[in-house]
């Protein structure tokens, strides 16, 4: 149930109930300040339905208030609507109207509206510094390979190792390994978690998970050192309810630890396991669960 409350003579959903569309220099922009009531939303949704169908561009941007306009998802709604109307120009203006300096939260919808605006512009060069810059302030995969196909043969080889290289110092450990999965690349990804083990979030299951299998096949230390951060993080933050997984990690390390050579920094299992015993000796619903 959405609550009301009286705000400057007007009844207004809460702000935990508010649903935030963008932003501005002044803050949030809320959908109920852009759209206001149910009503005035559906009748612009079918004045926009119609101005679709008779492929009125101008039409569908009038139906667009003033500050919704300054939401990123919006604005890159109707720059792909300019370019495609040959009106490119228009469209980086557009763009051009949601405040983004000093934000890492930028949607990479918006990001690639301007792409393809520069590059109907034939902006090339621009298209590129830009897609560059995209990927150096969030890692997004896309961005590379975008970047990479537009290059001659040997630069596109060179420029995905400068951003391999890049990836492998970028300041979110957690998130250089999403990337490396997302590529994908095993190597880099072993590599990343070997030198930066320290940095790696256990509490980030959904990644931690399927880095470890991805690694098990080849990188049997790295996927050692991914399964641990979880087992740490699980046991040193009392999670009974991951208890279950942390166990068949644990055992999981067990198998990996016969393919091991060198355990290099980190101890080898046996010493591991006693490490924990030593810690997290109390914790017996976790300890009954290994037989």
């Known amino acids: 149930m959405v609550v009301l409350q009286r705000e400057d003579g007007l009844y207004k959903p809460a702000k935990n109930d508010r649903r935030v569309i963008g932003w501005s220099s002044a803050g949030a922009i809320y959908d109920d300040e852009v759209y206001g009531n149910r009503k005035d939303l559906t009748v612009r949704i079918a004045l926009q339905e119609i101005a679709n169908a008779q492929g009125d561009v101008d039409a569908y941007i009038a139906q667009q208030p003033e ?7 919006v604005a890159a709604d109707i720059a792909n609507r300019l370019v495609l109307a040959g009106r490119a120009e ?18 990479f919808e918006w990001q690639l509206a301007r792409v393809e605006a520069l590059e109907a512009l034939e902006r090339n060069d621009e298209a590129q510094a830009f897609r560059w810059a995209c990927f150096e302030q969030s890692l ?9 196909r537009r290059l001659p043969d040997f630069d596109d080889i060179e420029a995905e190792e400068r951003g391999f290289a ?4 970028f300041p979110d450990a957690n998130r250089a390994l999403y990337f490396f999965l997302c590529w994908p690349s095993s190597g880099e990804a072993a590599k990343l978690v070997t030198t930066r ?17 991805v ?61 924990l015993k030593r810690e997290h000796g109390r914790k017996s619903g976790f300890w009954s669960l290994l037989g």
């Open 67 to 73: 500050k919704a306009r300054g939401a990123p998802m």
């Open 90 to 107: 228009e469209a980086l203006a557009a763009l051009d109207e949601v405040e983004t300096k000093g934000r890492q939260d930028v949607p």
């Open 140 to 148: 997004n995969d896309e961005h590379l390979r975008a970047y990479v």
């Open 166 to 169: 890049f990836a492998q110092t």
């Open 197 to 213: 083990s320290a940095e790696l979030d256990g509490d980030y299951y959904e990644l931690m998970t399927p880095a470890a299998e």
């Open 215 to 275: 690694l098990s096949t080849k990188y049997p230390l790295a996927a050692t050192i991914v399964l641990r951060s979880m087992i740490d993080f699980t046991l040193e933050s009392g999670r009974s309810s991951r208890y279950k997984h942390t166990a068949r990690h644990l055992a999981e390390c067990r198998s990996l630890a016969s393919q091991i050579d060198d355990f290099d920094t980190i101890r080898p299992h046996e010493a591991y396991v006693a490490d």
